[in-house]
């Protein structure tokens, strides 16, 4: 079938316009992880001499990877025994599910937590303001900013009731926050109940951070000597020339967070589709059919920790439908118009929040509505075109083609040519030599043919 081999560009072209959303949303690339080598003590920590610190670079929303990936360095930490660890941060917010793991892996560590807003640009919005509150430091590089923690209703809205439930509650659990650490309890309040953001200046101005720092080497300096309340008791920070180990998010966290992107899962329920389509319309192909599942599996997966609104997914299949309507049915294009307005609505709804993080990229669904309505529309339409047409090679592409009597054709023998070949001919009405002839049947190696009607 001519679709088939296209479904690794069109795949590829949905994954470029992905990577094009992605480019808008993002900063600029993290720079490569760093690892240095640690000398342990037979007890499991670090030799006298050694004294080193993981750093962990957290970028983009907080969900259950970026949780799983802090608390994977926040146990390894504590099991080396390091002098501390750094969360580099820079997020506009997340999951609360997620935000309260992490903060409840920083408050059980043994090893001081340093959270620090880096690097300059960068923010701890929503959630990442909890985050920074729980740390057992509070660091903020220049140009960075903090707040905006009201809670936003993800998969679905809430009333006023549940709103306001849901201000108290988190009000309540930042105030705890920032008391626990002694910092500044009313303008944590005020960030939940009121939205208030502050620059790095402000915050610690306004006891909101414990100091600010222009980077991690430069923070590992500040806080040489500082003593802070752990999961295990007052523990004395010895930072100062200590070693940076920076723990590398393993492909199992990469893979987590690349799906759990609204735009990538959105792609692969696509892919999934249409996976499933050319299996079901080509029985044996195999590979679209397993593609199509692992696809439709992983898309599935992300919608866990996504607000799907099951309206927008349901305009997507109604579009799809449509799309495969138009190559059966002729309604001189009314079907493709309405699947392309289905699934741009559909598209558009199928995240339902106010939080801009959670919200398909126009650069993504643009391509995803053109490609798809043009590879219904053309690409399936070629190939039932082509199963449907008559055949041109073999006996039966023989039927209805011209050819000239070689010799006298009756009813028990005769012969012609075709295509340059000759047959062994008869007819039911005699056809004398040189005549012109048309092929009514095959049987066998002879062919059944009459006189052509000029």
């Keep these: 079938m001519p679709g088939k081999s296209l479904i690794p560009l069109y795949a590829l072209l949905m994954l470029m316009g992905t990577a094009l959303a992605a480019s808008h949303s993002q900063k600029g690339p993290v720079p490569p992880a760093q690892k240095v080598a640690v000398t342990q003590s037979p007890a499991g920590g670090i030799a006298a001499g050694h004294a080193s610190v993981m750093a962990i670079t957290v970028e983009g929303v907080i969900n259950p990877a970026a949780a799983g990936f802090i608390k994977k360095g926040i146990d390894k930490a504590n099991s080396l025994g390091l002098e501390a660890v750094v969360i580099e941060l820079d997020t506009p917010g ?10 409840k892996d920083i408050i059980g ?10 690097p300059s640009g960068a923010r701890a919005a929503s959630a990442g303001t909890f985050i920074l509150m729980a740390g057992h430091i509070a660091a903020m590089s220049p140009q960075t900013n903090i707040g905006a923690a009201h809670p936003v209703g993800v998969g679905e809205k809430m009333d006023k009731t549940m709103a306001e439930k849901a201000t ?7 105030k705890s926050l920032a008391e626990k650490r002694g910092r500044n309890a009313k303008w ?5 109940r009121k939205s208030v953001s502050a620059t790095e200046q402000e915050a610690l101005k306004q006891n909101i951070v414990d100091l600010v720092s222009t980077s991690t080497a ?4 500040d806080i040489n000597g500082r003593t802070v309340e752990t999961a295990t008791g007052r523990r004395t920070m010895k930072t100062k020339g200590a070693e940076v180990m920076r723990e590398k998010a393993g492909l199992r966290h990469k893979i987590l967070g690349l799906i759990g992107d609204p735009n990538v899962a959105y792609i692969l329920m ?5 996976g499933l389509f050319f299996e079901l319309t080509n029985p044996g192909a195999i590979f679209p059919g397993v593609f199509g599942g692992i696809c439709l599996i992983l898309a599935f997966y992300a919608f866990q920790t996504l607000p799907v609104n099951y309206a927008g997914l349901l ?8 799309f495969i309507l138009e190559v059966k049915i002729v309604s001189y294009g009314v079907l493709t118009i309405g699947g392309v307005i289905a699934m741009v609505i559909g598209s558009i709804m199928l995240f339902e929040t106010t939080a801009p993080f959670y919200r398909l990229s126009l650069y993504t669904i643009l391509p995803a509505v053109i490609l798809t309505a043009g590879f219904f529309v053309v690409v399936v339409g070629l190939a039932l075109k082509a199963l449907k047409s008559k055949p041109v090679t073999g006996s039966e592409g023989l039927v209805g083609e011209t050819g000239t009597a070689r010799a006298d054709i009756t009813r028990d023998s005769g012969t012609v040519s075709l295509h340059g070949e000759i047959w062994s001919a008869y007819s039911d009405e005699p056809i004398a030599k040189g005549e012109r002839i048309i092929v009514e049947s ?3 190696l002879r062919v059944k043919v009459k006189k052509t009607i000029l």
């Design 94 to 103: 997340g999951l609360d599910s997620s935000m309260r793991s992490i903060v």
């Design 270 to 274: 696509l892919l999934g589709f249409y």
């Design 218 to 221: 430069s923070l590992l300096e």
């Design 168 to 174: 108290n509650d988190a009000a309540a659990y930042i």
């Design 109 to 118: 560590s043994g090893v001081p937590v340093a959270v620090f807003v880096s």
């Design 315 to 322: 305009l997507i299949l109604l579009a799809i439908i449509l």
């Design 188 to 192: 944590a309040e005020d960030a939940v």
């Design 442 to 444: 095959v049987s066998g």
